[in-house]
């Protein structure tokens, strides 16, 4: 089952504990990868912008990262960018260090007010703001596969003006569930930014937050695909990975003691 979420994390929570079965796998959910400080010093990595993202987080959270043809699943000569919150662009076009442009903070890679501890210092992105889509996001699950799976989207754009000096059309994205031949099994659509307005588009430098909770471990692989009218400046910004690895673990662990306890009342 797939779950759309509109906002971030406080609404990925509340929601999570309310539907069905979701609740028990959301309870056993492992850590969150914001990309934060320490988190790329625990994986060894040097907190520098624009350092290609591969296997470095799969010892610790179970995921490697590439970029892919949607269609041919082949990997694209491209890799997935660690991008520091905050402005980085040196004024020389074109722009290589940012993933998306705050048209609220009219700067880049800053959250709107309000969601700046949801985006925190880190994000990973596929690409500069300005270049044409080079090709999806594949998150590989390299600890086995999982029932529950979770991440942000941020800065979904809506369609802007030739004044805005940013290539006409919307943003829109698919997020597709993979098996482990990397056959779709459950996809969930974003919404498309509701308005050029910054003001009305909730999804203007802020997170989308979207999950796929299945009644079984079946989910290898994740895939992004943009899907918008966008031709060009279609960044896409990733943010709070999270799963639940290996069929039913915490499950299987509460049988077990379930099943112990009932052999000590028939031993009594």
């Given at each position: 089952m797939s779950i759309k979420l509109n906002r971030g994390i406080a609404a990925l929570t509340l929601t999570?504990?309310?539907?069905?079965?979701?609740?028990?796998?959301?309870?056993?959910?492992?850590?969150?990868?914001?990309?934060?400080?320490?988190?790329?010093?625990?994986?060894?990595?040097?907190?520098?912008?624009?350092?290609?993202?591969?296997?470095?987080?799969a010892a610790l959270f179970g995921v490697e990262f590439s970029i892919v043809d949607p269609f041919t699943m082949q990997r694209v000569n491209a890799l997935p960018l660690l991008t520091q919150v905050g402005p980085n662009f040196d004024g020389t076009f074109p722009n290589q260090d940012d993933g998306f442009?705050?048209?609220?903070?009219?700067?880049?890679?800053?959250?709107?007010?309000?969601?700046?501890?949801?985006?925190?210092?880190?994000?990973?992105?596929?690409?500069?703001?300005?270049?044409?889509?080079?090709?999806?996001?594949?998150?590989?699950?390299?600890?086995?596969?999982?029932?529950?799976?979770t991440g942000q989207i941020w800065d979904i754009d809506g369609d802007l003006s030739e004044d805005a000096g940013i290539a006409i059309g919307t943003e829109q994205w698919r997020v597709v569930a993979l098996d482990a031949d990397m056959n779709e099994i459950d996809a969930i659509i974003s919404p498309v930014g509701d308005s050029p307005d910054p003001d009305v588009n909730p999804y203007e430098s802020a997170p989308w937050t979207w999950v796929f909770d299945r009644a079984e471990s079946d989910i290898f692989a994740v895939r992004i695909d943009f899907i918008g009218t966008r031709v060009?400046?279609?960044?896409?910004?990733?943010?709070?990975?999270?799963?639940?690895?290996?069929?039913?673990?915490?499950?299987?662990?509460?049988?077990?003691?379930?099943?112990?306890?009932?052999?000590?009342?028939?031993t009594a």
């Open positions: 999570a504990g309310l539907v069905g079965f979701a609740s028990t796998a959301s309870a056993d959910v492992g850590p969150v990868l914001g990309f934060e400080a320490h988190q790329l010093a625990e994986a060894g990595i040097s907190a520098v912008n624009n350092e290609p993202i591969t296997d470095q987080f442009l705050s048209q609220i903070n009219d700067s880049f890679d800053e959250a709107r007010p309000g969601f700046e501890d949801e985006l925190g210092g880190w994000f990973l992105r596929t690409k500069s703001p300005i270049d044409a889509n080079p090709g999806s996001l594949l998150m590989t699950m390299t600890d086995g596969p999982a029932n529950y799976v060009a400046g279609a960044g896409l910004g990733f943010d709070n990975f999270s799963t639940v690895p290996t069929p039913g673990v915490a499950t299987l662990l509460g049988l077990g003691a379930l099943t112990l306890t009932k052999r000590r009342r028939r």
